[in-house]
């Protein structure tokens, strides 16, 4: 069974392989493998470094002008990244891979522009598939909240629940998180699982402060777009870069305010479904 995969640039330009002529095969974009260091004849630690991969591809078209188009459309989505040094993302799924095409041969490209065969190399430095789950809170005066949740890319559902509300990891590991915080609202604190998270910062309206725990950064967004770095300003009793536990944790907030709170789910290889 042909699996669907995207590759979205960072201008969000998207080549679906899987369809209308375009379509990937067999390949090692699950396949991982763990470096390792060892001591005394033991192993002392785990890493990952830079790793390469192989998509192999075939363009398959009706006619030879989209033929050409498809061959073109290809490389120039993906050229983009390279040449702005900035990460495009493989999709399979819910999962996404941070990556650059780096390379591209090609095969019996000569007989026909209908038809051609591609090997595309895969480069990544954070070899790492990622899954990234929303909860957003509106925690107001009237005691009730609106909650949505949603994988990377999808679209989300809305319903109503109590003051108190919860966030779901269903991952088997403690998970990273990116927690956004929308002004007005000065000296923030939101409770996840009894942990407090706060800054001691003041977020005006059309502001937002962001806790990355993954980045390890705090900072405010401006209206005006300026990003303004917050790190020092954080909890220095309650640890605010804490990762989110697996199963339900409850989650509130003093005082008012709306927030969102998105898991980061990291995997060696996307989940099989």
């Known amino acids: 069974m042909l699996e669907q995969i995207i ?33 005394n004849n033991k192993i002392s630690s785990f890493k ?57 041969t090609k095969e019996e490209y000569f007989y026909t522009r209908q038809y051609m065969k591609i090997t595309l190399t895969v480069s990544t430095d954070y070899p790492y598939w990622i899954k990234e789950t929303m909860a957003a809170f509106n925690m107001t005066s009237s005691g009730g909240s609106e909650y949505l949740d949603f994988p990377y890319d999808f679209p989300y559902d809305f319903k109503e629940d109590s003051r108190w509300n ?39 309206e059309h502001e937002y402060l962001t806790i990355d725990s993954l980045e390890k950064t705090i900072y405010i967004t401006r209206k005006n777009g300026d990003i303004v770095n917050c790190f020092n300003e954080r909890d220095r009793e309650s640890y605010v870069f804490q990762k989110i536990p697996v199963g339900k944790s409850e989650v509130s907030c003093e005082g008012q305010m709306k927030f969102d709170v998105t898991l980061i789910e990291e995997r060696s290889e996307p989940r099989w479904t």
């Open 7 to 39: 590759y979205k640039n960072h201008l969000n330009e998207t080549v679906v392989f899987g369809s209308d002529g375009l379509y990937a095969f067999s390949n090692d974009l699950r396949d991982y493998t763990w470096e390792f260091e060892e001591k």
């Open 48 to 104: 990952r470094g830079v790793v390469g991969k192989s998509l192999p591809i075939i363009i398959v078209c009706n006619t030879e002008d989209e033929g050409i188009s498809v061959r073109n459309r290809i490389f120039e989505t993906m050229e983009k990244d390279v040449l702005a040094k900035k990460h495009g993302t493989i999709i399979i799924g819910d999962y996404y891979l941070k990556c650059y095409i780096t390379g591209s």
């Open 166 to 204: 919860h966030v779901m990891n269903t991952n088997f590991v403690d998970t990273d998180f990116r927690i956004r915080i929308y002004g007005a609202v000065a000296k923030p604190k939101i409770y996840i699982a009894d942990h407090a998270y706060s800054v001691d910062v003041v977020v005006e």
